[in-house]
């Protein structure tokens, strides 16, 4: 492996030796882990002429966006614009059923806000931002050919993904991509060297479209949304409680637009039914459903239906991938 303490001084030395002493940069943060760790690196290199970006598009997770404002204000200290846009995006999928369409709206209403963003800051400045800082890695990169001269060979396996974002378009943006020669596992070390706490690190991937792509069907539907959220978060904090978040690739819950007969008390209850999703794997390319101990599901469905409101079943996806993928939708 590479000495990760001298990676951060090349890194930063070349990030100084490329963004000019009057430029500035913006960055959009997803909450993840790469887009986080390639702010930090950009910010230790020419601080607040960095401008980082968080949309909350109304389909983050349980207090997702306090979470990671905190980890980035108080933790890293990452110069942040927090815009909520919920109900822009929220507006825009009522009624669409289709994954792929929902796929597009969302990354379309993203675009715009990220447009409006980088104008903003023009207009703040007096002067175009010239460069945008992305957390692309190494296994994004390549298809089959790694840069020459990179020093790297085929030993990992490759993967090809869907997180790769659009770009405003009349901005000529030139990218910053501090991460492009590095795997996971060396990120996540970066990470570790510039003081990104450990827990933010070791979290589970999770994806653009956030939970449109679990709420199956029109997101905006009822309370779907809200009932995801507390669902969610008891079967993570469960796993977490049990000490198996980090043998798991990733772990969420999923709404289903059904209702199924139920008792609770003396009353017959009509309500949903959620599924719960737990894989590990390598990659995300292919993986194998996670046994739990008979238990741990015992509990976790108790504690799901006596404390979410319009649950009365839950169920446990017991497929791969394939034939199965992992998110539902
Ligand atoms: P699937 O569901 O295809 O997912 O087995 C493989 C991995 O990719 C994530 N995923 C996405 N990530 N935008 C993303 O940024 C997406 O549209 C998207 N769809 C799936 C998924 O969570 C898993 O980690």
């Known amino acids: 492996g ?43 290199a020419i601080g607040d002429r960095l401008h980082c970006i968080f949309v909350d598009n109304g389909l983050l997770r349980y207090k997702e966006r306090e979470r990671v404002m905190e980890t980035f204000e108080r933790d890293l200290h990452l110069p942040v614009t927090c815009v909520d846009a919920s109900e822009q ?13 929902k796929r597009k709206i969302i990354g379309r209403e993203f675009i715009s806000i990220f ?3 980088a104008h903003d800051l023009e207009q703040k400045l007096g002067k175009k931002p010239g460069y945008l800082v992305q957390g692309t890695l190494y296994p994004d990169v390549i ?9 790297r060979s085929h030993s990992h396996t490759i993967k090809s993904h869907h997180n790769v974002g659009g770009l405003p378009k009349d901005m000529k943006l030139r990218l910053i991509e501090p991460l492009k020669l590095l795997f996971k596992d060396e990120v996540r070390q970066l990470g570790r060297i510039l003081n990104v706490p ?84 390598q990659d995300g390319m292919t993986a194998d459903w996670y046994y739990f101990e008979h238990k741990f599901l015992n509990d976790v469905a108790r504690k799901i239906c006596n404390g979410v409101r319009g649950v009365n079943r839950v169920v446990q996806d017991i497929t791969s991938k394939p034939p199965s993928t992992i998110e539902w939708e």
């Open 2 to 44: 590479w000495n990760m303490e001298s990676v951060v001084d090349e890194e930063i030395k070349l990030i100084n030796g490329t963004v000019a002493p009057e430029d500035h940069v913006i960055c959009a943060l997803s909450g993840g882990v790469d887009s986080t760790v390639a702010a930090t690196l950009v910010h230790k």
């Open 89 to 101: 995006f929220l507006s825009k999928l009522k009624g669409v059923v289709d994954p792929e369409m």
């Open 115 to 117: 447009d409006a963003f």
């Open 143 to 151: 298809e089959s050919c790694p840069p020459p001269g990179s020093g």
């Open 198 to 281: 450990e827990g933010f690190l070791k979290r589970h991937p999770f994806p653009g479209p956030g939970l449109a792509v679990r709420v199956l069907g029109d997101v905006t539907e009822g309370n779907a949304l809200d009932i995801l959220r507390q669902v969610d978060e008891i079967f993570i904090q469960s796993i977490k409680d049990a000490g198996l978040y980090d043998s798991i690739w990733q772990a969420f819950a999923v709404f289903l637009p059904v209702r199924s007969v139920g008792v609770q008390g003396d009353q017959r209850t009509h309500s949903h039914v959620v599924a719960l999703r737990a894989v590990t794997s």
